[in-house]
Each structure stands twice: as C-alpha cells, then as structure tokens.
C-alpha cells in the first residue's frame, strides 16, 4: 500500500512548480498504479513551466505535470485486473492520448485524433512523481531489459517513427528534416536506421546541429547562413529530396521545405505554427504533386510496434539524445538546462 510521495506540483497559475509531499494516488477501476522509473522533460512541459498563454489556456493548477515515462505497475484497478491484458511487475510506458474508444475518429482507427480527447499530464494528472495513476488503455508493454530512460522517451520517439513512415517509408531514398528538437534527432536516427541517404537536417541551435550529426546527418545546415534549398537541389542533381519531415514549426523552414522537395515526394508536418504561413500552392504542392500530410499523435499501438522495434537492439541508438539526468528531487536544475540551450532530452529519476 504506497501512502505519500514526492511530485513537481503546478501549484498556482505562475511559472515554475514546487516539490511537494502529496498522497499517492489511487488507481480507479479502468486505472493502473505505477512506481516511476525515469520521467523525461517534454516542449509541452517546459510551455506549462513558462506559463504561457497556451498553458494559461489549457492547463488548470493545482496539478501534476509530465507525460513521458516509464515505471512498473502496483497496483491494479477492478477491471484493469479483470481485464488479465496487464500484470504486477509490468515494465510500462505511457500512450498520452487519452481517447474514449466509442467516437466516430476511434471507430475509423483514428483513436489518435479522438473527438473527446484528452492529454495525459495536461488535462488530467501525470508523471513528474514517484508514483502515477494510467488508465490501463494507454499502458504500453516494454521489453523488461528496455533501460527506463529510454523507456520513457517512447512517446516523443513515436512522433518521430509516425512522421518518418506516414505515407510510406523513405528507405534508400533521400530526406530532410527541418528542425532538430528532442523529435527531429531521433528522426535523423530512424531515417538513418531505414537506409534513407542522404539524410539532411537543418538547425540553428549548436548543440542540436552536432548531435544531429551525432545521429547520422549526412548534413546538417544552418538556416541562418546556409542557402540549404540551393545547396540540397545540388547535392540530389536539381531534383530535391523524396521526403521532407516538418519538426520545427517555422514558417520559413516550411516554405524552404516546399522547394528542397522532389516532385512526387512526401511532406510530413508534425510542427505546430504559431501563425498561418503563406505557400505558393501550385508550384510547391499541385504541380509537383506532393503529398503532404499531417501528422498527430502516435497510431495505436502500430506507432509503439515499430518504435519496439527500432528500439531494440539498439538499431536507433538514441543515448546522444539523453544529455541531462537528474533526480526528481533536482527538477528544476532540468528545466533550467533545457531553457539556456544547454540540453536536447532530460531525464528525471524518482
Ligand atoms: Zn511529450
Ligand atoms: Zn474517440
């Protein structure tokens, strides 16, 4: 029977949180409980640690933030022991797409984009604690020897394995990944992993850009001085590359991205943009005839079986990622890296 335990509080509409001592939680009946073994800090927390606008509109204190974990069940719920899917000693890592299973979007197979749903760690309580409450529905099944850092970067991972394959994998063909956050390196990584070649990357960040060649970029440039368009239609004869995945949410990148694409090529857009962005339609798509598609969320749980995969055997090797750990207790020296540039994922351990 746990009793209390430590958590990073969201305590008052403000920036930062607090470390506090709460009472554990308990596992309703569709619920697991779980003991957390390696938590990793996400954009969206450090949004909820700024307290910007999008966090004042969406997030509603006190709560307990973070998604991305991974960490052994406890405990069981009623039906989640009735269920016999998930057991004591599961080592498990979190779907944070809360979807209901009943609305039109879940019945189409697109429990992703559900119409109800709901973010783990954002709309209801998450991870950054010793302990945490999953429904069973979103618990996902690891190897047991998966070590629990990299346990626990499965979700942002399977944005990058969802953007990488929707609409068909780029292997032994050419792409271009425009932003290299935490998701953008280990695009690089699975790109690498599936033989596309050349794999170019553009990011002004200097610690990035060398991890991302630390991944496998065969290029990396800088957008602030490099002319990428011109120097990626001469490195593929003028044609542009097969596949361009959209990560950083720049406008500009997204335009760049439009012309370094080769007709009949590919445009996966995982970036969230803070204003509209203009494009010149029918060269840059219509003619061409690309394909772009949006991309949210992880597919469930096709995204989780590739990611297993790609996981295993270190075919991603995903460590050059995982600069920073720290205990919980130190959270706030996490986010502190993080903002000053000084860190890709971070990594907090209970
Ligand atoms: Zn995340
Ligand atoms: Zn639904």
New binding site residues.
Partial sequence: MVCLMKAVFKEKPAPGAVLKEVDAPKPGPNDVLIKIDAASICGTDMHIWNWDEWAQNRIKPPMIFGHEAAGKIVELGSNAAAAGKLALGDFISVETHV?????E??KRGN?HI???MKIFGVDMNGIFAEYAVVPQQNAWVNDAALPPAIASIQEPFGNAVHTVFEGGAPSGDSALVLGCGPIGLFAVGILKAIGASPVFAVEPTPLRARIASQMGADRVFDPRTDDYVKEILTATNGKGVGAVLEMSGNGGALQNGFKALRPGGKMNILGVFPKDVSLDVSNGIVFKYARVHGINGRRIWDTWEKTRELLSERKVDVRPVLTHEFALSDFEKGFAAIKAGEAAKVILKP
């Fill in positions: 979807y209901d299973g009943t609305c979007q879940c429990a559900c119409e109800n």
